[in-house]
């Protein structure tokens, strides 16, 4: 199995119906990095759970169906009754999205850490605002912490928000001090800029791999033996790119999963061919969200030979 820890929000979006107003109604769509990625690996067939705390208000069912209707298993689920965090996206002529976050006293923010995983657990994913707001973001650490040390592979995705990060310089050395936990590091050329380092620097410090998105230059793997290796993204159509670095995560996920390489030793042990087929698939399930609106990830049978 493998489990998403993390965020669920609530993405308001710009409706493209409104056009060139000056102030477009706003549509709500479920989202948070780690919710779309657990949505994502269920729609890709990867048996997954998802590991928050949501709000019991409306926003939260909603979340909460989503992740059902995808095939999620929700038993690690958490609820409380602080509203939803809502997120307002802004979003850019060449389809990039920013975001204002609405975050003070949200349920999320209050997840503690389960007393275990379940004894199937391969791998966990975590990153985004689960792991720079507090007091929940110490309780993701935790977990990240107690999983790396017995064994199960992490996969570590920072997705900065810079706008949420109070003291830039303490989170950047929170973030090193991760790194010695992580498996598989998967960030954007914007991430690693903001963080001050690259792909080489970060795989200095443990991981055994490190994933590089480019958007429309596409993405490349940078491995411990000194490998690096290159796919281009998948032209599409661009409606906006809500989800698209999420989607990365779960089909990396998915694709090693189904290879039986969700361990380090595996991890290490993958060549050439393997790593360019896996990110070949990672690049095409990106381009399927990006061409349409909001995070909706593609179902398996959408990216079917």
Partial sequence: MIVVAGEALIDLVPDPADGAASLPALLPRRGGGPYNTAVALGRLGAPTAFCSRVSTDGF????????????????????????????VAAIGSDGSAGYGFYAQGTADRLFTAPARLPDTTAALCLGTCSLVLEP???????????EAERGVLT??????????????????????????????????????????????????????????????????????????????????EVVDTIGAGDT??????????????????????????????TLAFAARAAAATCSRAGAEPPFAAELAD
């Fill in 248 to 277: 990365v995560n779960a089909a990396l996920l998915h694709a090693l999963w189904s290879a039986g390489a969700l361990s380090r030793e595996a991890l290490a042990g993958l060549g050439a061919l393997k790593w360019r087929a």
């Fill in 155 to 236: 996969l570590l995705d920072p997705n900065v928000r810079a706008g949420i990060i109070p003291d830039a310089a303490a989170y950047r050395a929170r973030f090193r001090s991760w790194l010695p936990r992580v498996t598989l590091l998967k960030l954007s050329q914007e991430d690693a800029d903001w963080l001050g380092g690259g792909p080489e620097d970060f795989l200095a410090e443990g991981p055994s791999a490190v994933v590089l998105t480019r958007g429309a230059e596409g993405m490349s793997v940078y491995t411990r033996d000194g490998g690096r290796h290159t796919v281009p993204a998948v032209r599409t």
């Fill in 60 to 87: 939260g069912e909603a979340l909460l169906a989503g992740l059902r209707s995808a095939g999620v298993d929700v038993s690690l689920v958490r609820r409380g009754p602080e509203p939803t965090t809502l997120a």
């Fill in 136 to 146: 929940g973001a110490s309780a993701y650490e935790e977990l990240l912490r107690r």
